[in-house]
């Protein structure tokens, strides 16, 4: 039975939609034999500090999987079940769902190193001129319309991601921290678990929605914007 630790840092409340949606998706996994035995949250912190914090709370505990979500999101009721089997398929220790930025042109909050790392989805080249520019800098990566098929990615949020204890463990304090000009708390921690030896896996099929404007945002949301704005897409190649 996988035992699970729920880890959510919180700035200011948990909407209503997320509250209600995290509800459904902690029942859902405890009928499917899936404990969840901690539940980390913090407040009014800032995020890195947060989520270094919840860390470490975490490896105080015996749980196998730290099961990270946001607040300003919300989540099928399957999604942790999902997670996991993916992470047994796979035999890897990080899988994220994907989501979309709530603002701005709402693309993925997902990113490639490599644009032939895997087929079945595409790249954003909106500024092709800064890839590769440091260690943190990639290309979007956007799964296409009816992808359900789990791809591997570099770097992506920590809105819905589940990590295994193994990768916590064998990493350095500070787990999160934010670089300024170069990357966010969620980037610098999935470049060095990379470094360590860790693959991040997506899982396409998990209908996640961002709360926003619109509402709720999610794959349609993100392809009415690249097409309003006429942004470059191309399909990632098959790695032969």
């Known amino acids: 039975m996988n035992s699970v630790a729920l880890l959510c840092p919180i700035a200011e409340s948990v909407a209503p939609r997320t509250f209600q949606s995290v509800l459904a998706m902690v029942g859902y996994s405890v009928s499917k034999k899936i404990r969840i035995n901690h539940i980390g949250v913090t407040e009014r912190t ?11 709370d975490f490896l105080k505990t015996d749980n196998e999987w730290a099961f990270w979500i946001d607040s300003d999101m919300t989540f099928p009721k399957e999604t942790l079940v999902k997670l996991l089997e993916v992470a047994k398929k796979k035999k890897t220790k990080m899988v994220t769902g994907v989501y979309y930025q709530r603002g701005g042109k709402h693309f993925p909050v997902l990113w490639l190193r490599d644009p032939e790392l895997e ?8 500024n092709p001129n800064e890839y590769n520019q440091n260690d943190y800098i990639g290309m979007y990566a956007l799964p296409g319309m009816d992808a359900t098929e789990p791809f591997k990615v570099n770097t992506a949020g920590f809105g819905c991601a589940l990590i295994h204890r193994e990768v916590l463990e064998l990493m350095d ?6 670089v300024p000009g170069k990357c966010s708390e969620d980037f610098y921690f999935f470049v060095n678990a990379r470094k360590k030896g860790f693959q991040l896996w997506a899982d396409p099929s998990i209908d996640l929605k961002h709360l926003g404007i619109p ?7 993100c392809y009415k914007s690249l097409e309003e704005n006429k942004i470059f897409v191309e399909a990632i190649k098959e790695k032969k």
């Open 46 to 56: 800032l995020v890195d500090t947060a989520r270094n914090q919840l860390v470490v």
């Open 119 to 126: 087929n079945g989805s595409k790249v954003i080249h909106e």
């Open 173 to 178: 304090y500070p787990y999160f921290q934010f």
């Open 215 to 221: 509402p709720l945002i999610g794959r349609e949301e």
